[in-house]
């Protein structure tokens, strides 16, 4: 896993390595030929060539300063521009006019609020003169924690940041205006809890799933799905199918009503009927879902049950009884409706559970939105309700208790095309199978979240969610992961 570190513990990282003997100077010294080694990559060379650089007061600056000397003493020709005192426009202009490289060095991760003044009057020049951009750090702009703007950023085509990535990197819109994101490490030590927040890799994922055994019996993985309501039988017929195709060794897919059961009935998956009340899941279902429980490692509850008032209290007193690990999505995090005790009472009790809501299913559950910072919200949520958060977005966030560790995962896989209807209740099913073959909760979501967004890579455009399906085998063969290897997230591009 590739480490990723906020504003505020970099700025401590770099007081530690202050503290232990290492100058700033030397640190400056070794960002700023980091970023100039990377300018001429980008470029192809150095000689002959034009740059701006653009530097603020602070050491974001004295990076940029330090990446101007180095590029002229390889022979480009440098134009640098500082905000203090204050920016020759026209001249600035004429340069960009002429420039192969700009390098804003403006502002870095440690910025609050937004551009302004002649800082913004740059951020906009680059973008009008069309010349490529690097950026120290983090594009001038963007905030470090979170990605979001406050007015005008830059963008840039490639960002060289350093020891680590920043959230805000991650996250969009920073996320898209950062371009191709190196990491140079520079001798920062960034402590004991580096890792504490990462971001998952092909190789992390491959150490994660475990092969079947050689003993393997069908009884081994097995999966529970329940949910769908009026007829809402494709939710949980995907949950159940990709549960099967991401190695549960048996799925049964529950559903209210002997109609609903026949339509989902078929092929490898298992349906089974409960009882119903008007087509939804009714309070009598609970008995007959949880009396052979146990036979299951995972049981996956809320793809399709819709909101009647039968189907809120039986989610409830499931999400109380179930003994084995719960996957809880979609209706089932709804039928909450904001009570977290349920899922208090299994932590308690040692039960696991993994939460898998989007914006508005984790507004309805936390009793406020999601915000900017979706780290922090993701880990508010999972020490409140004592559960495994899966946090679903562009970026996804993978956050455990506290008590657990308190780790956090990004995942970056996958493409817009997942913004389709029935991908979550894939996702939901991958989870549940990935618990049911073993994979602790938290590695189990992380691990789901990377597998479902590059089988969606590997489908493509015009994606629907049984494509998504189809594509976790060739998606489980590693073979497939050549192309995202641990390295190649050390040069992150998305577009």
């Known amino acids: 896993m590739e480490p990723i570190v906020g504003p505020e513990e970099m700025a401590a990282a770099d007081r530690r390595t202050i503290a232990a003997g290492t100058p700033i100077e030397v640190l400056m010294e070794r960002a700023g030929r980091a970023v100039a080694w990377a300018v001429r990559r980008h470029l192809g060379g150095a000689y002959g ?31 640098v521009a500082e905000l203090a005192p204050g920016i020759d426009r026209a001249g600035l202009t004429r340069a960009l006019a002429r420039a192969d490289v700009a390098i804003d060095a403006m502002y870095g991760t440690g910025l609050r609020g937004g551009l302004g003044g002649d800082a913004a009057w740059v951020a906009a020049a680059f973008a009008a003169s069309g010349v490529s951009v690097v950026a120290v750090d983090i594009p001038s702009g963007v905030n470090g924690r979170t990605g979001a703007t406050d007015g005008v950023a830059v963008r840039a085509h490639l960002t060289v940041t350093f020891a ?3 959230p805000g990197l991650l996250f969009h819109p920073g996320r898209t205006l950062a371009g191709r994101v190196e990491v140079a490490d520079i001798g920062i030590d960034l402590g004991d809890d580096a890792d504490r927040i990462a971001v998952l890799d092909a190789t992390d994922v491959e150490g994660l799933l475990p092969a079947r055994a050689a003993t393997a019996h069908k009884w081994a993985a097995g999966v529970m799905v329940v949910g769908g309501s009026g007829g809402m039988t494709g939710a949980p ?14 799925v049964f897919c529950a559903l209210p009503g002997v109609g609903a059961a026949h339509h989902a009935s078929g092929a490898e998956v298992i349906a089974r009927a409960l009882p119903a009340t008007d087509g939804n899941l009714a309070p009598e279902a609970v008995e007959a879902i949880t009396v052979d429980l146990g036979r299951f490692r995972a049981l996956a509850l809320g793809p399709g049950l819709g909101g009647a008032h039968d189907t809120r209290r039986a989610v409830t007193e499931l999400v109380t009884r179930a003994s084995v690990p719960l996957v809880l999505d979609a209706d089932g995090l709804n039928a909450l409706a904001g009570d977290l005790a349920p899922l208090m009472q299994r932590a308690s009790h040692d039960r696991v559970s993994v939460l898998t809501p989007h914006d508005k299913e984790f507004e309805r559950l936390a009793g406020e939105p999601v915000g900017v910072d979706r780290i922090t919200a993701a880990q508010t949520l999972a020490d409140r309700a004592g559960a495994v958060v899966l946090l679903k977005g562009a970026t996804t966030v993978i956050a455990e ?3 657990s560790g308190g780790r956090v995962i990004l995942n970056v896989t996958g493409t817009p095309d997942l913004a389709t209807a029935g991908s ?11 618990v049911a073959r073993g994979v602790p909760a938290f590695e189990a979501a992380a691990a789901a979240a990377w597998v479902h967004g590059r089988a969606a890579e590997l489908v493509g455009p015009g994606l629907v969610a ?3 399906v189809d594509a976790l085998a060739s998606t489980l063969a590693h073979e497939t992961w050549g192309d995202r290897p641990r390295a190649a997230l050390r040069s992150l591009h998305v577009e």
């Open 49 to 79: 060539r034009r740059a701006v650089v653009v530097c603020g007061k602070g050491n974001n600056g004295g990076d940029g300063l330090v990446a101007a000397r180095a590029l002229r003493r390889w022979g480009m020709r440098v134009h």
């Open 466 to 468: 049984g494509d998504i």
């Open 237 to 250: 017929t995907l949950a159940a199918r990709a549960a099967l195709h991401a190695g549960a060794s048996i």
């Open 401 to 403: 208790p506290a008590g």
């Open 424 to 434: 979550g209740d894939v996702l939901t099913g991958i989870v549940a199978a990935f």
């Open 164 to 166: 680590a990535y920043k």
